[in-house]
């Protein structure tokens, strides 16, 4: 099983969720803000005051060019694109977390000063940027910090940053249609009914007219309801 597929794996879990959206505020709702841009449309379940702060939030900037260019390059070395699926570059993440910053502001510091942190080790270790370095020192320098180290204390201002941001890109990539789909996640299906069972209704002297049984029951359990966009069942 390579990374993703684990990742994918965690996500279908029944404790993905809450260890995921760790790293955002509780009452944040991640992916509905991608972008560096004011979302067109009003966005589902938004209030008018959020969407109101959502715009000013969308207007203003936080990291620089090349902060934003570097949490680019973090963002998809924890998930790069495959064969079925973009990168999370290709999803938006970055400008995500750029919008988380500005949303929920004590990330601001772990954020820039995780990249500070990495861009110091990156240069004792190899005398360049954390972007300079060639991939296998980048893979090096991330190994380092990909997991909690008790015996290495001078990695721990590390390890916070690298599990921030890994929690802030698989929240942010996982919750936009590219990695909705990418799960092969459906969500909620609405089955046609097939009515009250036959002996409930006899318990209680009751029946279905038998033209609203033509219309509104179907034995077929498995069917899938399909409405038109009135909002009326189909078929």
């Not at 038998?210 to 309801?225: G, I, Q, Y």
Request: net charge negative.
């Amino acid at each position: 099983m390579d990374r993703r597929d684990t990742i994918k794996s965690l996500l279908l879990g029944s404790l993905a969720g809450g260890a995921l959206l760790a790293g955002c505020r509780a009452d944040e709702k991640p992916g509905e803000t991608a972008g560096t841009q004011a979302p067109q449309t009003e966005g589902y379940g938004r209030t008018p005051e959020e969407m109101k702060r959502d715009a000013e939030l969308h207007q203003e900037t936080f990291f620089t060019e090349a902060e934003i260019a570097m949490l680019a390059l973090l963002c998809d070395l924890i998930l790069p694109a495959d064969g079925q699926s973009g990168s999370a570059t290709d999803a938006g993440v970055p400008e995500f977390i750029e919008f988380i910053a500005k949303d929920i502001p004590e990330h601001q510091v772990p954020l820039q000063g995780g990249m500070m942190w990495l861009n110091h080790r990156a240069k004792r270790a190899f005398g360049m940027t954390f972007a300079a370095c060639a991939p296998e020192q980048q893979k090096q320098l991330l190994d380092e910090i990909a997991h909690p180290n008790e015996e290495a204390p001078e990695l721990q201002p590390g390890v916070a940053f690298f599990t921030l941001l890994r929690s802030l890109t698989l929240t942010g990539y996982y919750t936009t249609r590219m990695g909705i789909e990418s799960l092969g996640y459906q969500g909620n299906v609405t089955n046609i009914w097939d009515g009250v069972p036959a002996d409930v209704l006899a318990e209680h002297g009751l029946s279905y007219d038998e033209e609203w049984l033509a219309k509104c029951a179907n034995p077929n359990r498995e069917e899938v309801a399909e409405w038109d966009e009135n909002g009326n069942l189909m078929g």
